[in-house]
């Protein structure tokens, strides 16, 4: 299962565009990257999936390059609600050994 | 739509004791996850159920079990608690179609 490599922490300001890059050099074919946001006490909440090129919902973005080795997820307009730990994962559940492992995840601090 | 419920809410044992944590899955879901996040730590995957069946287990020892019954909910069984075993349970679940998971707000365990 592929590792990801995210940085631990970030700073940010109220309105500005966030974006965090997470390294995964070891992702397979059929993995899907996958970016979970978590505030204290509180299960992870799914943001956004992607397989390659860029993909936007109503809440982010994701970038992935052709040769899929990293995804940069963007957070337009940051607000002090978006202060929270954000997950990369990369995974896939093709056979029965499938299982979500999660990193550290980075701290994203929004300040007024 | 019903989101992942997890019961109970705060769980107080004493060493050595067992504990029970039941999770209900979304509507439709089939599949259930179970994550340990210890206090100010990432989430660490404890065990994966699949239409009443064990798929794959994190690295815990026998004393962490579950299961998954035919209405697709799920118990996670500690047994002879530790200390260390005071965390945040989380459970997900995912449809067939997709790795999506969605996470329930978590039950706290504190050993003591």
């Known amino acids: 299962l592929a590792k990801t490599t995210q940085p631990i922490s970030m700073d940010s300001y109220e309105g500005q565009e966030v974006n965090i890059t997470c390294s995964h050099n070891?992702?397979?074919?059929?993995?899907?990257i996958t970016w979970y946001q978590q505030f204290p006490s509180q299960g992870p909440r799914f943001i956004i999936q992607g397989y390659k090129t860029k993909v936007t919902n109503e809440v982010a973005s994701l970038f992935i390059p052709a040769d899929r080795k990293s995804s940069t997820l963007s957070l337009p307009r940051v607000s002090l609600s978006d202060t929270a730990v954000y997950y990369c994962?990369?995974?896939?559940?093709?056979?029965?050994?499938?299982?979500?492992?999660f990193g550290s995840g980075t701290r994203l601090l929004v300040r007024p | 739509e019903a989101g992942v419920t997890q019961s109970p809410t705060h769980l107080i044992k004493t060493r050595g004791q067992q504990a029970t944590l039941r999770c209900s899955p979304i509507s439709g879901h089939t599949s259930v996850y179970w994550y340990q996040q210890a206090l100010g730590l990432g989430l660490q995957f404890l065990l994966w159920y699949d239409e009443g069946e064990e798929r794959n287990r994190g690295n815990f020892p026998p004393r962490f079990s579950g299961r998954q019954f035919p209405n697709y909910s799920s118990e996670l069984n500690v047994n002879a608690l530790e200390l260390e075993d005071s965390a945040l349970y989380l459970c997900a679940s995912s449809p067939l179609t997709t790795d999506t998971q969605y996470f329930g707000p978590g039950t706290r365990l504190t050993v003591l």
């Open positions: 994962l990369v995974g896939g559940r093709m056979d029965s050994s499938y299982k979500l492992i």
């Open positions: 070891n992702i397979a074919t059929n993995d899907y």
